[in-house]
């Protein structure tokens, strides 16, 4: 068993409960942290035989430009993606961020932790 993850991930996107918030748009980061098994690509040295992080980038990157009402289901569906391709994973872990949330006081930011385990 072992772990590939992708952490702080930065992009600009149109999410949010509000209407401005899917109007003006904010900072967002996300952190994905997925176990599969490993022994393969460690003894092969192919990139066949493992998890593309390229490949995840991409997926997380398909997912932040639609708009979504909630952090929560960013996450899913960021889960959802990367589940779809490749489907050896064990687990996976998602973290999403918000920066400055529109909540009336000072929040450095707000997060959402989604994990699954398959």
Same mark, same amino acid.
């Given at each position: 068993?072992?772990?590939?993850?992708?952490? =702080?991930?930065?992009?600009?996107?149109?999410?949010?409960? &509000?209407? $401005?918030?899917?109007?003006? @748009?904010?900072?967002?980061?996300?952190?994905?942290?997925?176990? +599969?098994?490993?022994? !393969? #690509?460690?003894?092969?040295?192919?990139? *066949?035989?493992?998890?593309?992080? @390229?490949?995840?980038?991409?997926?997380?990157n !398909?997912?932040? /430009?639609?708009?979504? *009402?909630?952090?929560?289901?960013? =996450?899913?569906?960021?889960? !959802?993606?990367?589940?779809? %391709?490749? /489907?050896?994973?064990?687990?996976i872990?998602v973290?999403?961020?918000? &920066?400055? #949330? #529109?909540? @009336? @006081?000072?929040?450095? %930011? +707000?997060?959402?932790?989604? $994990?699954?385990?398959?």
């Open positions: 068993m072992g772990q590939i993850a992708l952490e =702080g991930m930065e992009f600009f996107a149109y999410h949010g409960h &509000f209407d $401005e918030e899917q109007k003006i @748009g904010n900072k967002y980061s996300i952190d994905v942290t997925i176990e +599969a098994d490993l022994s !393969a #690509p460690a003894s092969s040295d192919s990139l *066949r035989d493992t998890i593309d992080y @390229g490949d995840v980038y991409q997926m997380v !398909a997912v932040m /430009k639609k708009k979504h *009402r909630l952090l929560e289901h960013v =996450g899913h569906e960021i889960i !959802a993606s990367v589940k779809a %391709k490749f /489907k050896h994973i064990e687990k872990n973290v999403v961020s918000k &920066f400055n #949330p #529109p909540i @009336g @006081g000072v929040c450095h %930011k +707000a997060k959402v932790v989604l $994990e699954e385990v398959f």
